[in-house]
């Protein structure tokens, strides 16, 4: 049974850090690329980051750039990827999904595997 369990959300201040963790199981996922995307209230949902399988490349949106990191850690039988939010701005309040898929796009709905989703509060 495939899983993506996201945990880390919260509520924090301008400038504070946050990190968001995902557990993926039920696959190979070592192989598939994994990303980050979120989703603010009336909003679409957007990307936010993505690694490769073997985490040698990382891609980013403008606006989180320099500020969030994204890694992973390809376990035997779980990988989990992360994502260090730093600087936080009233802005990146959404729910947070991971994402798991073969290839790497910003268009979330090309992703086939999906977690829940974790919210992020940021306040001013």
């Known amino acids: 049974q495939v899983q993506l369990v996201e945990s880390g959300g919260g509520s924090v201040q301008r400038g504070d850090s946050l990190r968001l963790s995902c557990e993926a199981s039920?696959?190979?996922?070592?192989?598939?690329?994994m990303g980050w995307f979120r989703q603010a209230p009336a909003k679409e949902r957007e990307f936010v980051a993505a690694i490769t399988g073997n985490g040698d490349r990382t891609y980013y949106a403008d606006s989180v750039k320099g500020r969030f990191t994204i890694n992973r850690d390809n376990a035997k039988n779980t990988v989990t990827v992360y994502l260090q939010m730093n600087s936080l701005k009233p802005e990146d309040t959404a729910v947070y999904y991971c994402?798991?898929?073969?290839?790497?796009?910003?268009?979330?709905?090309?992703?086939?595997?999906w977690g829940q989703g974790t919210q992020v509060t940021v306040s001013s």
């Open positions: 039920g696959r190979t996922f070592s192989s598939y690329a």
């Open positions: 994402a798991a898929n073969g290839i790497i796009t910003t268009m979330a709905s090309s992703w086939v595997f």
